[in-house]
Structures are given as C-alpha cells and as structure tokens.
C-alpha cells in the first residue's frame, strides 16, 4: 500500500539558509499535518491543512511556512535556520471520516541538520 | 492546554511477560486514542487505535480505554525483544484536528 512520502530524507544547511521540504500524502487522504520532533523528544505539531486550506497552527515560528498545493502535496518552508531547528520533520496524512479523530499515518521523516 | 502523560520509563519486560504501557489524557473532549510505536530515528507507526470504553484486541495488543478515569493502556502479550521502542500514546478531540501526544515510554524487552 502506498505510504506518506517525505523528501528529503537528510538535509544540512548553514545557519540563516533556506530550506523547503516536501510531503505526499496517501493518495485519498484529505488532511496533512507537519510535526518537529527533536532527540529525545516527543513530536510537536507545526500545522495542518484539510483539503488545501489550513486547518490547525501549533507552533509553527513565524520564519516557517507551509502550503497544500491542488494535487495534495505540502510543503514546508523554513528560512533563517538556526541551530535549534535542526531535527526530524516529519509528515502525516489521513483521511477525514467526519466523526472520531481519524487515523493518522507517518512519513519516513526529513532529518535536518542545521550547522 | 491539553497533555497527554505517559510514564518515560525504561519499562524493563523480559522476553515473553506482558507488557503494561499506561496513558492519561486531561482533556475530557477527547474522543480517539492511538498507540504509536516508534524506533530510535524512524517514524511512528500506529499500532492501536481506539474509540470507545473496554478493550480491543489485536493480535498480541490489547488497547483498553476508561473515559471516566481519562486513563488508556496497551497491553503488549508474549513481549519479544523486536518490540523494543518507544510507545507513544495520542489522543484526538475530534475529526481531523492534530495528535496530541505524551512524551513517550521507551520499552526494552530483554532476551
């Protein structure tokens, strides 16, 4: 079965630098979301789109962007890089049923290392 | 705000004992749980899900979610040392808004 796809799957960049990472869904799924989680940490939730449009912002500083284009996929984007950024990103997509919180399933993950 | 507490352990199981991994959530509009499994540098995998108070069983897991003590727990049978990981329990609200997760518990089946 098709899972999330993430790319790329390791990154560095320097301190200020840009960086654009990207999501596929599971083909379907209507809901994106983007989460950071650092070593040792639990996964913290950057924001979420539901058909294109965003839906929920945790916290998401303000350098860091993101979009869900027509055919589904999002991107992230993160400028002035600092070191404290550096760790996994990861994506999950799922399929909105309307009712109980829906099933969420995990992309490989981008490991960014800012240095 | 809403937390999710999970005990960080390590929970130490040897090779073939059940597993007890526990979870409580504050807020009481909390409607799904999910069990996640994740290795060290890997993403989470669900393992469990759940909706309604009682038991459900898969294979070897068996999550069991009491709304009134805002308590979740998954039970992990035969535990085999491939089962080493972190488990994290996440609670939803409703729909599609974000995962709430704990901290984790980190889980070491010893051979």
């Known amino acids: 079965a098709a899972g999330v796809i993430q790319s790329p799957r390791h990154l560095i960049k320097e301190k200020r630098e840009t960086a654009t990472l990207k999501c596929y869904p599971i083909?379907?799924?209507?809901?994106v979301y983007w989460y950071q989680q650092g070593p040792g940490q639990d996964p913290q939730f950057l924001i979420s789109?539901?058909?294109?449009?965003?839906?929920d912002k945790g916290s998401i500083p303000d350098r860091f962007s993101a979009q869900q284009f027509s055919d589904y996929h999002s991107e992230l984007n993160m400028s002035s890089l600092e070191l404290g950024d550096s760790a996994l990103y990861f994506c999950?997509?799922?399929?909105?049923?309307?009712?109980?919180?829906?099933?969420?399933?995990f992309g490989q993950g981008t490991r960014l290392t800012v240095v | 705000q809403k937390e999710v507490e999970q005990n960080s352990g390590p929970l130490s199981v040897p090779e073939g004992a059940i597993a007890s991994l526990n979870c409580t959530y504050s807020d009481r509009g909390s409607q799904s749980f999910f069990w996640y499994r994740q290795y060290s540098g890997k993403s989470p995998e669900l393992i469990m899900s759940?909706?309604?108070?009682g038991d459900k069983e898969d294979g070897r897991f068996t999550a069991q979610l009491n709304k009134a003590s805002q308590y979740v727990s998954l039970l992990i049978r035969d535990s085999q040392p491939s089962d080493s990981a972190t488990y994290l329990c996440a609670a939803v609200d409703s729909g599609n808004t974000p995962l709430v997760f704990g901290k984790g518990t980190r889980l070491s089946v010893i051979a």
């Open positions: 999950a997509s799922s399929l909105w049923s309307g009712r109980f919180g829906t099933e969420a399933f």
């Open positions: 083909p379907r799924h209507d809901t």
């Open positions: 759940i909706y309604s108070n």
């Open positions: 789109f539901y058909e294109k449009m965003q839906s």
